[in-house]
């Protein structure tokens, strides 16, 4: 097995698109790692420069220690599963999972365990002698995994493999894709731009924009401590709130409306310095002598939770609480927030304002 490093990767496209923007990130070996980001951030390039299939412009792309940008991508040993399947509709079940051993001359005995196996592990041994177009939508995306895993492949990449499923089968399948990587232990890149998906499957989260990174660490520590509004606004559903404030002093912020303690706030920043003030709605909860105040314009009621869209200093705002503590037809909910979750960005470069 292997671990992926990239060192300052660019793409650019022969159009003059430059859509990867030099890009460095290590993906240990073993490791789940899952790019995320909105179209068009380039996140299809970069796991194709990875696997050979674009040409990489500038830097360097290794794989288990090796420069891979000069080897082609069946000398890789990689194996990639796509959004589309890309499965051979005239082919059985089993030959679509054959055909690559097949093609490095693998012995037939081999195959033919390696395909049962596989199938046995996915649970599709009833339909190996089925076509593509006999299969569910699910079905047809195990075959595209066993595919990649029959190949025993240093490195998974994997390309939005689950958007063509529908809600409830996406769940299931984003279960049995995390834990057949925990259990056959291959390190894998996984492309997507559902941040649920990406909170979910990975070990190490990048967040992606326009071509760059954002941010690389474990979900948790991003969700926590996002480094930046657009991955504050980005990673989380419903989204960050952003509130204009003004530094008040020391560790207070005042917004429209109210003045609120915050925690996590960089030192010596001048009373009066502009801020965007990030709120959780799950952090934002009602408080008698709370200073927040949210007007009430409609109620989303998701079962468990409720959603209230109004306006908070003058701003959007969204708050989300246990169905029940709040009644549904609120139309002022003063409000607070505990001072650990108060995110601090700068206006001008969107960076996070906490401690150094
Ligand atoms: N073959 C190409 N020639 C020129 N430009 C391209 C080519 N492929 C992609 N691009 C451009 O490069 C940028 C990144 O594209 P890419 O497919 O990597 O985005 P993505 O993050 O995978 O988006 P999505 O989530 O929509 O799949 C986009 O601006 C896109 O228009
Ligand atoms: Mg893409």
Do not use: W
């Not at 022969?14 to 490791?31: I, R, T």
């Not at 040993?77 to 089993?94: C, E, G, K, R, T």
């Not at 306006?311 to 609480?321: I, N």
């Amino acid at each position: 097995m292997a671990g992926v490093a990239l060192d300052k990767v660019r793409k650019i496209y022969s159009g003059g698109v430059e859509a990867v923007k030099g890009v460095s990130l290590n993906v240990a070996d073993g490791s789940f790692c899952v790019l995320v980001g909105p179209s068009g951030c380039g996140k299809s390039t970069l796991l194709r420069m990875v696997a050979g299939l674009e040409t990489i412009t500038q830097g360097e792309v290794s794989i288990g220690g090796r420069v891979v940008n000069a080897i082609e991508p069946s000398d890789r040993d990689i194996a990639m599963v796509f959004q589309n399947y890309a499965l051979y509709p005239h082919m059985s079940v089993y030959d679509n999972m054959a055909y690559g051993l097949r093609n490095r001359r693998t012995p037939k005995p081999e195959i033919d365990a390696r395909v049962r196996e596989a199938a046995r592990i996915l649970a599709i041994e009833p339909f190996l002698k089925r076509k593509p177009r006999e299969l569910s939508g699910g079905q047809r995306q195990r075959v595209a995994m066993g595919r990649a895993i029959v190949r025993k492949p240093q490195v998974f990449l994997f390309d939005e493999p689950l958007s063509n499923l529908d809600a409830k089968l996406r769940v299931q399948m984003r279960v049995e894709i995390k834990r057949l990587q925990r259990s056959l232990g291959v390190t894998s890149i996984y492309v997507t731009h559902d941040q649920v998906e990406a909170m979910t499957l990975s070990d190490q989260l990048v967040v992606m924009n326009a071509g760059e990174i954002e941010q690389v660490g474990l979900p948790s520590e991003i969700y926590r401590r996002p480094a930046t509004r657009f991955v504050a606004t980005f990673i989380g559903s419903p989204p960050m709130n952003i509130l204009p404030g003004r530094v008040e002093g020391p560790g207070r912020i005042s917004l429209a409306g109210g003045t609120i303690a915050v925690e996590d706030m960089r030192e010596g920043l001048p009373p009066g310095t502009a801020v965007d003030v990030g709120l959780r709605p799950e952090d934002v909860r009602p408080a008698p002598d709370g200073s927040l105040k949210l007007t009430v314009d409609f109620v989303e009621e998701l079962g468990a939770t409720q959603l209230f869209h109004g306006q908070m200093s003058g701003a959007e705002f969204v708050l989300q609480s246990q169905t029940g503590t709040i009644p549904a037809d609120a139309r002022e909910i003063t409000a607070a927030v505990d001072p650990a979750q108060v995110h601090l960005f700068d206006p001008e470069t969107s960076k996070r304002l906490g401690r150094e």
